[in-house]
């Protein structure tokens, strides 16, 4: 896939770029075990002032770097700005906390006596160089939220993003070295996928993150693998929204619309599958479809926007057939299933509701990445819990009901990473965010974003 700048709104290649070399490559690794080497002696104060300084500096640069992942990926502009104001908050939160975060551990003196200790701490250290591979839906945030806690643990980081977001990915390796970190710390490597595998089992990388699809997760744990490296995996996410009858049907309804197209639709978390009660599900499907139908869908750099182009045209594809597959086997179209008219340019889809989904379509089990929302008719609450839990992926999860068991029910039962009750699904740092099932597993963001790349380290010293 070629290193490129391809705007989705118009189809037009506007930079391309050639990939490092095999000595290129070799260079950042050396780079980043040199940095390394040193930045993991340095002090959580010096860290945090760096972390600080860059996110000074984003601050300031939040207009033009918003244009730019508009326009390498297509998310209107407001979200794009919005989701930089939210990389800023997310390293002062980490430059503020990482110290406590990372303080040792200590048991209760009565609970190591009989070890023959005098003291005993758990204390973490910084596993070394880790290698980022982000994809291009959040192409900004995906990379930040790894980062910010990696660096303040005092390891270093190389970056390996998308190939459609390459200024963006070349945005984020200047942004640390302009802050004054160690020339090393966080390097952007513009590579194809086809050389992930050789950086991974360098023996200079210590462990790998990875945001994207359920094949990338696998191909890189399996590599990761072979070589007994730690990994952290956030795959794919059919995340259900339950409408219990006891929820605000209006407030689910409009909130339901924006948890679907957020990101035009392209996004892990976003909500899919739409459960409804039998006794509420008219009245829902009638609002969460007139809000669907009543967005504006057009060129994401006007902010009167609602839902841009999909990023690429292989993945407007890849929704269409979805759609086919499940109107060819007898599902109804609510509102949308086809490209908008007068977008003749560009990777547009329209914002879809469908029904009457069954088990033998394709887009029962498979994740839609793009503004197309499935509903289900249940008639109880076992029935939503089993609806729910009926695919591969576990990555969030929203409940709308003001009953109190219910909701009991619901956090004990979902295979989820997250249980939101009455509202959508959000990342914020101080809140642990990931998957079971195909979704992933680790954890980012919180205290255990943080310590994911940490050795967590006994220290036991003997009793005089």
Same mark, same amino acid.
């Given at each position: 896939?070629?290193?490129?700048?391809?705007?989705?709104?118009?189809?037009? *290649?506007? #930079?391309?770029?050639?990939?490092?070399?095999?000595?290129?490559?070799?260079?950042?690794?050396?780079?980043?075990?040199?940095?390394?080497?040193?930045?993991?002696?340095? =002090? +959580? @104060?010096?860290?945090?002032?760096?972390?600080? &300084?860059?996110?000074?500096?984003?601050?300031?640069?939040?207009?033009?770097?918003?244009?730019?992942?508009?326009?390498?990926?297509?998310?209107?502009?407001?979200?794009?700005? $919005?989701?930089?104001?939210?990389?800023?908050? @997310?390293?002062?939160?980490?430059?503020?906390? !990482?110290?406590?975060?990372?303080?040792?551990?200590?048991? $209760?003196?009565?609970?190591?006596?009989?070890? =023959?200790?005098?003291?005993?701490?758990?204390?973490?250290?910084?596993?070394?160089?880790?290698?980022?591979?982000?994809?291009?839906?959040?192409?900004?945030?995906?990379?930040?939220?790894? !980062? %910010?806690?990696?660096?303040? !643990?005092?390891?270093? =980081?190389?970056?390996?993003?998308?190939?459609?977001?390459?200024?963006?990915?070349?945005?984020?390796?200047?942004?640390?070295?302009?802050?004054?970190?160690?020339?090393?710390?966080?390097?952007?490597?513009?590579?194809?996928?086809? !050389?992930?595998?050789?950086?991974?089992?360098?023996?200079?990388? $210590?462990?790998?993150?990875?945001? /994207?699809?359920?094949?990338?997760?696998?191909?890189?744990?399996?590599?990761? /693998?072979?070589?007994?490296?730690?990994?952290?995996?956030?795959?794919?996410?059919?995340?259900? +929204?339950?409408?219990?009858?006891?929820?605000?049907?209006?407030?689910? %309804?409009?909130?339901?619309?924006?948890?679907?197209?957020?990101?035009?639709?392209?996004?892990?978390?976003?909500?899919?599958?739409?459960?409804?009660?039998?006794?509420?599900?008219?009245? +829902? @499907?009638?609002?969460?479809?007139?809000?669907?139908?009543?967005?504006?869908?057009?060129?994401?750099?006007?902010?009167? *926007?609602?839902?841009?182009?999909?990023? *690429?045209?292989?993945? &407007?594809?890849?929704?269409?057939?979805?759609?086919?597959?499940?109107?060819?086997?007898?599902?109804?179209?609510?509102?949308?299933?086809?490209?908008?008219? =007068?977008?003749?340019?560009?990777?547009?889809?329209?914002?879809?509701?469908?029904?009457?989904?069954?088990?033998?379509?394709?887009?029962?089990?498979?994740?839609? +990445?793009?503004?197309?929302?499935?509903?289900?008719?249940?008639?109880?609450?076992?029935?939503?819990?089993?609806?729910?839990?009926?695919?591969?992926?576990?990555?969030?999860?929203?409940?709308?009901? #003001?009953?109190?068991?219910?909701?009991?029910?619901?956090?004990?039962?979902?295979?989820?990473?997250?249980?939101?009750?009455?509202?959508?699904?959000?990342?914020?740092?101080?809140?642990?965010?990931?998957?079971?099932?195909?979704?992933?597993?680790?954890?980012?963001?919180?205290?255990?974003?943080? #310590?994911?790349?940490?050795?967590?380290? *006994?220290?036991?010293?003997?009793?005089?």
């Amino acid at each position: 896939m070629p290193i490129a700048t391809v705007n989705p709104a118009t189809g037009e *290649t506007l #930079r391309t770029f050639d990939p490092l070399g095999p000595g290129e490559i070799d260079q950042c690794l050396a780079d980043a075990a040199h940095a390394f080497a040193a930045f993991r002696t340095t =002090g +959580f @104060a010096q860290r945090s002032a760096l972390l600080n &300084r860059a996110a000074d500096l984003l601050e300031g640069d939040l207009d033009d770097i918003a244009r730019t992942m508009t326009i390498e990926m297509g998310k209107p502009l407001a979200a794009a700005r $919005a989701e930089a104001a939210k990389c800023v908050k @997310a390293m002062r939160w980490y430059a503020t906390h !990482a110290e406590s975060l990372l303080a040792d551990e200590r048991p $209760a003196d009565a609970d190591v006596r009989d070890s =023959g200790a005098s003291a005993v701490r758990a204390h973490y250290r910084p596993l070394g160089v880790v290698l980022a591979v982000m994809p291009w839906n959040f192409p900004l945030w995906q990379v930040v939220r790894f !980062a %910010a806690p990696a660096l303040m !643990a005092g390891n270093v =980081g190389l970056l390996k993003h998308a190939s459609n977001v390459p200024q963006t990915a070349l945005y984020l390796g200047e942004l640390f070295e302009r802050a004054g970190y160690p020339h090393g710390c966080f390097q952007t490597l513009l590579i194809g996928s086809d !050389a992930v595998e050789a950086v991974l089992r360098d023996g200079r990388v $210590a462990a790998a993150t990875l945001t /994207g699809s359920e094949p990338a997760g696998r191909a890189v744990a399996s590599v990761a /693998g072979s070589e007994v490296k730690k990994t952290v995996l956030e795959l794919g996410g059919s995340d259900p +929204f339950v409408v219990m009858p006891s929820a605000d049907i209006e407030r689910a %309804a409009s909130t339901a619309v924006v948890a679907r197209v957020q990101n035009n639709g392209q996004s892990c978390i976003a909500a899919k599958r739409f459960i409804v009660h039998a006794d509420v599900y008219d009245e +829902f @499907a009638e609002r969460f479809t007139a809000g669907m139908a009543a967005l504006t869908v057009g060129d994401p750099l006007q902010e009167t *926007t609602d839902v841009g182009p999909l990023a *690429t045209e292989r993945g &407007r594809a890849d929704l269409e057939e979805l759609v086919d597959d499940a109107v060819g086997r007898g599902a109804s179209v609510l509102c949308g299933g086809r490209r908008p008219p =007068g977008h003749d340019q560009g990777w547009f889809y329209e914002p879809t509701v469908l029904a009457g989904i069954t088990e033998d379509m394709r887009i029962d089990q498979e994740e839609t +990445f793009g503004p197309v929302a499935t509903l289900y008719r249940v008639a109880d609450l076992d029935a939503a819990v089993e609806r729910a839990n009926h695919t591969p992926f576990g990555l969030s999860s929203n409940v709308w009901t #003001r009953d109190e068991a219910e909701v009991d029910r619901f956090v004990r039962d979902l295979q989820a990473g997250g249980v939101y009750v009455n509202g959508m699904t959000a990342s914020h740092p101080a809140l642990p965010f990931g998957g079971v099932k195909r979704s992933g597993y680790g954890r980012e963001l919180s205290g255990h974003g943080i #310590r994911e790349f940490c050795n967590v380290t *006994t220290v036991w010293q003997a009793a005089s």
